[in-house]
Each structure stands twice: as C-alpha cells, then as structure tokens.
C-alpha cells in the first residue's frame, strides 16, 4: 500500500522559472492539503483540496502561487515566476475524508532557486 | 508566542534516558498531534491526543495534555540513537472545512550513544 507520493523530490529552478510539485495521495484518499517548510521552521499550511475543488487556500500566497487536483491525476501545487524567497521543502499530505484527524504526509520536494 | 511553540528547541540526551518535550498553544483546539521528522524527510504522525483525553501512550511515547494550561508534552522513554530527530506538536483549530494543521517549529532531539 503505497504512501503519498511526491515528485520530484529535488528541483532547481532559476529566478522566473516556474516550478510545478505534484502529489499523488495515498490509495483511496480524496482530500489532499499542502504545506511549506522554510528552513528551521515548522510547517505551514498553504491549501485543502477535494477532487476538483479548492476548500481552503487561506495560507496560499495572493500571486505566483496556485493548486489543483483534478479528477484524474495528481494534486499540482504550481509556482509561477519563483524567487529566492520560495526556497523550501513543500509538502503534500492526505486523507479518506473530511474531518479525518490523521494526514499522512509525502516526503517532500525540495525546492531550491538560483 | 505562536499556536504550537515546542520547548525546548534543541535537547541532546544519551541513549537509555528518556526526553521531554513540550508544546504551548493559544486557541481551542478538537485535537492535539506529535509528529517526527528525520533530517531531510517526510514527517511522520506518532500520536494523536483529543481535546477531552488528558494523556495516551503509545509504546515508548507518552503525550500528555492540559487543556487549561494550552500544553502538552512528549515523553520518550529509554531513548534510542535511532530518536534522533525533530519533533513537532499540531493543533488542528477545527476552522471551516478540513483540518489545517499548525505546526510549532520544533524540538530538535540528539540521542547520542
């Protein structure tokens, strides 16, 4: 029964580049939550989604930063011209339902701008 | 302080002794959660304490929670080398749909052999 899934693990990007983080949730889990981890800090809640829908993007950044988990596919959390400032671990969590209180989180991807 | 504070930042023990972490919050909260994160990985939940429970243990971890005072802490006894990792408290606020999670930044917890 595989995890969450998050690739890449690792991404390098320029300043302007656009950096593009996908989460596949674990089998059977609809709901899906992304938070950001700056160095030597804690996490921080960014977006909720539903297949198809946007719950919560309280903690999302107003521009550059958008979310989406479609029907088929994975969750992709996309950041549009990135900067120096979005260096930081991006994590995808999950669970089978609203409400759950456990979230299984992926490992990680690692994003790190030039 | 913010919702989730750890104390203490950093802990260095030696292997056989136990270790005590703590957390602090602000708000109610429906639910209270450790979590461990190895250097460079994915966090992994260790335990879950509900608002009305006082404490759960779970092998070697036992979480406590005091709801008047807004803290909970992690007892980790007879520490392994393989402890070593960051620790992090949860709050999920229970605001609108979903469970956001607010994390603390951390305990950093060294079992030296």
């Known amino acids: 029964n595989a995890g969450v899934m998050q690739n890449p693990r690792h991404l390098v990007r320029r300043r302007g580049q656009e950096a593009r983080l996908r989460c596949s949730p674990m089998?059977?889990?609809?709901?899906v939550y992304w938070y950001r981890q700056l160095p030597e800090e804690g996490l921080k809640f960014m977006v909720y989604?539903?297949?198809?829908?946007?719950?919560?993007e309280s903690g999302m950044p107003k521009e550059r930063f958008s979310a989406e988990f479609p029907k088929e596919g994975p969750s992709i959390l996309r950041i549009q011209q990135v900067v120096r400032g979005d260096s930081a671990a991006y994590f995808c969590?999950?669970?089978?339902?609203?409400?759950?209180?456990?979230?299984?989180f992926g490992p990680g991807t690692r994003l790190l701008v030039l | 302080s913010q919702q989730g504070e750890e104390d203490p930042q950093a802990l260095s023990i030696q292997e056989g002794e136990n270790a005590t972490m703590n957390c602090s919050y602000k708000?109610?909260?429906?639910?209270l959660q450790w979590y461990r994160q190895n250097s460079g990985r994915g966090l992994v939940h260790l335990i879950l304490?509900?608002?009305?429970?006082r404490e759960k243990h779970s092998g070697r971890l036992r979480v406590t929670l005091d709801t008047s005072k807004k803290s909970s802490s992690l007892l980790i006894t007879a520490s392994r080398a393989a402890d070593t990792a960051s620790y992090f408290c949860?709050?999920?606020?229970?605001?609108?749909?979903?469970?956001?999670?607010?994390f603390g930044t951390g305990t950093q917890l060294k079992v030296e052999l």
């Open positions: 708000t109610s909260i429906n639910n």
């Open positions: 089998k059977g889990h609809s709901h």
């Open positions: 969590a999950s669970s089978n339902r609203d409400r759950q209180e456990t979230q299984y």
């Open positions: 989604l539903q297949k198809e829908n946007i719950i919560d």
């Open positions: 304490i509900r608002s009305n429970e």
């Open positions: 949860a709050t999920d606020l229970h605001t609108g749909g979903g469970n956001k999670l607010t």
